[in-house]
């Protein structure tokens, strides 16, 4: 098993998740007293497995039609573009 992958994986995506707006719905439906909070944490990981497993399955099939560099430029490329428009938004706040 490559460990340095599965780490970085790891890494990326628990630093992502922190405090994104599935998160917030999490702690939401967890403060809400008339739900059990391990059928939130169940629920809430079955939709984070499902929606990783959707990714992972997009990835693969778009990496076979699309050079893997072209992709890491546009994702890249991509997230400039989104943390401008918040650095230029939270400017104009």
Known sequence: MDFKAL???FATIFMAE??????????LFAAN???NPWLIF????AALVCAAGLGVLAGGWVSRHVDTRILSLVAGAGFIVIGAWTVITALRA
């Open 18 to 27: 922190l405090g994104d707006k599935t998160q917030l719905a999490t702690v």
């Open 33 to 35: 007293a008339k739900h």
């Open 7 to 9: 780490l970085a994986v």
């Open 42 to 45: 169940a629920a809430s990981s």
